[in-house]
């Protein structure tokens, strides 16, 4: 009997962010924390792009010429601004649901961007590449984080960048991110994260540099309540980022 080929997908996870597909563009929705913490992930995301390849931040298109990669894109709440800068994007999501709704509002908003139902490693298998490859919020709902993260490697042009963003598995990150957020708060519906499934920082950067990669900076969020905001922390115990770079050939 062959052996049975691995997968990135966890269907549970899929079905649960599918029911949910509806909500991805409501601010004030189940996907509100996403909204609020869009600002400090695109704040990030644009000056390290900017430092990595040369680029004015200021500029009105500083992306033009790269590819990106938003892998697990659900509603598009990343891509839109990506291709807004210039960048060629392509949004895949294991959720065909997801797709549909980041189809819809791409067109209604005249943003041009390339959107997948599709996986990691179809993706990589099919020798898509990328210079730019943002998978945020993804690793603590795969199935197999070790080959969720050597696909995407996989599609990292040399010289090219791979962000993660991701939640520590910490008792702090338990009280704050599961406890707080989805059972006191209900920032988050029940359910949305599997405390066993959360990643941390030392097991993603094992994974990481198994696949040839190199962190070359990482960064704690954090929640700061009177401001109503997110922002970039030394904390890395509940939110992190992490920035990794394939060598140029």
């Known amino acids: ?12 996870e899929v079905e649960r962010f599918s029911a949910l597909a509806a909500e991805w563009w409501n601010p004030n929705g189940k996907f509100r924390p996403l ?18 390849f040369g680029r ?13 990669l938003d892998i697990g894109c659900g509603g598009g709440l990343l891509c839109e601004p990506m291709a807004r800068l210039g960048a060629e994007v392509v949004g895949a ?3 065909a649901t997801n797709i549909e709704v980041a189809k819809l509002h791409a067109a209604e908003a005249g943003v041009s961007i390339d959107y997948r139902a599709t996986t990691a490693e179809a993706l990589a298998d099919a020798g898509e590449t990328f210079d730019v490859i943002l998978n945020m919020e993804v690793v603590e709902h ?13 599609m ?31 920032w988050l519906p029940r359910g949305t994260h599997q405390f066993g499934k959360l990643v941390r920082p030392e097991e993603l950067g094992k994974a990481l540099v ?11 969020v954090i929640y700061h ?17 992490v920035l990794a770079e394939k060598a140029s050939v």
């Open 1 to 12: 009997m062959p052996e049975p080929r691995r997968s990135t997908i966890d269907a549970g």
């Open 56 to 68: 004015d931040p200021r500029a009105a298109r500083p992306f033009e010429g790269l590819r990106f």
């Open 35 to 52: 909204h609020k913490f869009n600002p400090v992930r695109l704040a990030y995301i644009r000056d390290q792009v900017a430092a990595r």
């Open 225 to 241: 309540p009177l401001a109503d905001r997110w922002q970039k922390s030394k904390d890395m115990d509940v939110n992190y980022m």
């Open 210 to 220: 198994a696949a040839g990669l190199t962190i070359i900076d990482r960064t704690g």
């Open 156 to 186: 990292v042009r040399p010289g090219g960048i791979m962000f993660v963003a991701t939640i520590n598995r910490t008792l702090k990150a338990l009280g704050l991110a599961i406890i707080g957020a989805e059972y006191v708060l209900r």
């Open 93 to 95: 999501d294991a959720s």
């Open 142 to 154: 795969v199935a197999d984080v070790n080959l969720f993260v050597a696909k995407c490697s996989e």
